[in-house]
């Protein structure tokens, strides 16, 4: 087996799943597979960050022992609860049952709740070291990022952030580190994975970014728990998410709709067709042929949203209901938004999202479009002239950055 290094003496000792394709329950499909990160620090003393998810915890064993006996292992860090980092810590610790643990009082908290061992555990808080030797680790807490127990670990002599789920990609390849894969699907895969898992938390993470430049952390290399270690630009990852963390977008407009017999696909159509032919960058989604994980990824740094909906039992229809719900939960910032849809004999839906898209604090650009039954020749007319005003609307709206 093929030892990954880092560093000189910090070895990935982590697993690929290939085949992995719905990640947390069903909120995150992954159509590239992901990986689970463990690194293992040798010096005087051993250290091994983060384990990896249960079934892989015999590929990461098989690791460890071609770069040395995992009975050595001196020191775990555990900078993340959830079971995906966590899941092979017991079966490691039956084989090194003197090595102590290091993770926030979260982490001691959530390990001990999920697994009930009795370990040595050592809480840390930011700026605590941990001497290997030639080697010193030092700890940042990282509440929120993404759950209360979250922590970094930064080597300092390598200035190697070890950041866990930050920076992190649901990305399975044969290569370990970003100069060796195609930048435009990393780069993507990134950007999915803020979308999808930290855009919740922009605010946090913006401060913690801030927080770590005052520390004088400033990393050469990233390596995340999941996907690919930025050694080539571990800056222009950090740039991004800068970027991602102020709500930064451009005016760009995804359409989401969802649609019963068509009349609000038809509809959906034409708007397109006006953004198109106003200059304005527009992509088009049935929320029934598209898994909401890329949506989410496209309206990440989109300026503009435009939903629609059929109406059924006086509201929306349940695909793009649920949609909305998990967008919520995204809490978009500085965005702006229309809505139109078709009804039959009473209409509901339109009207709901409205409501929908007000309670989150996105602004309503234009009143609603609403057809009855099937959309006319001038009623497909009025759509695309929808279309053309939410164009211009848009590049007139002047909203604030707000992190």
């Known amino acids: 087996m093929k030892k990954t290094e880092v560093v000189p003496d910090v070895y990935w000792v982590g697993a690929v799943d290939w085949n992995i394709r719905k990640f947390h329950g ?27 998810y249960t079934p892989f915890a015999d590929e990461m064993i098989e690791r460890i022992r071609h770069i040395v006996p995992p009975e050595k292992i001196d020191y775990i860090i555990a900078n993340h609860v959830e079971m995906d980092h966590s899941g092979s810590l017991a079966k490691i610790l039956n084989l090194c049952p003197k090595a102590k643990v290091f993770c926030t009082a979260k982490g001691k908290e959530g390990l001990y709740k999920h697994y009930y061992g009795n370990w040595d555990f050592h809480v840390v808080k ?39 789920d930050g920076f ?4 399975a390849t044969s290569e370990r580190f970003d100069d060796e894969v195609d930048e435009g699907v990393l780069m993507d895969e990134a950007k999915k994975y803020y979308a999808n898992i930290i855009w919740p938390f922009s605010s946090i993470v913006f401060k913690k970014i801030d927080e770590i430049t005052k520390l004088n952390i400033s990393p050469k290399i990233i390596a995340p728990a999941h996907g690919i270690i ?47 032919d106003a200059g304005i960058r527009v992509q088009l989604y049935d929320v029934t ?10 309206m990440l740094d989109a300026k503009g949203y435009i939903l629609g909906s059929s109406t059924h039992d006086n509201d929306m229809l349940p695909t793009i209901a649920g949609f909305l719900t998990f967008l919520r939960c995204m809490k978009p910032k500085n965005r702006v938004a229309s809505v139109f849809g078709s009804h039959g004999w009473g209409g509901g839906a339109v009207r709901n999202i409205e ?21 006319d ?20 709206n002047k909203i604030m950055q707000n992190v």
């Open 126 to 164: 930011t700026g605590d070291k941990l001497s290997l030797g030639k080697k010193t680790l030092t700890f940042i807490e990282a509440p929120m990022i993404h759950w209360p127990d979250s922590m970094f670990s930064y080597l300092i002599e390598d200035e190697l952030l070890l950041s866990n």
């Open 289 to 298: 042929k598209t898994v909401r994980t890329e949506i989410i990824k496209e």
């Open 355 to 375: 409501n929908f898209l007000k309670d989150m604090g996105i602004e309503i650009l234009q009143p609603s479009l609403a057809v009855q039954y099937a959309p």
């Open 26 to 52: 069903e909120t995150f499909i992954s159509n590239r597979g992901t990986t689970y990160n463990s690194y293992l620090i040798t010096d005087e003393k051993v250290a091994l960050v983060d384990t990896v």
């Open 168 to 171: 992190g990609q649901h990305l």
């Open 230 to 276: 930025w050694r080539k630009s571990p800056g222009r990852i950090i740039e991004r998410y800068m970027s991602w963390t102020k709500n930064e977008s451009e005016n760009k407009v995804i359409v989401v709709f969802e649609t019963m017999w068509g009349s609000t696909g038809k509809m959906a159509g034409k708007i397109v067709e006006g953004l198109i």
């Open 377 to 396: 020749e001038a009623e497909l007319e009025k759509c695309y002239e929808f279309g053309l005003n939410f164009a211009s609307l848009l590049l007139k």
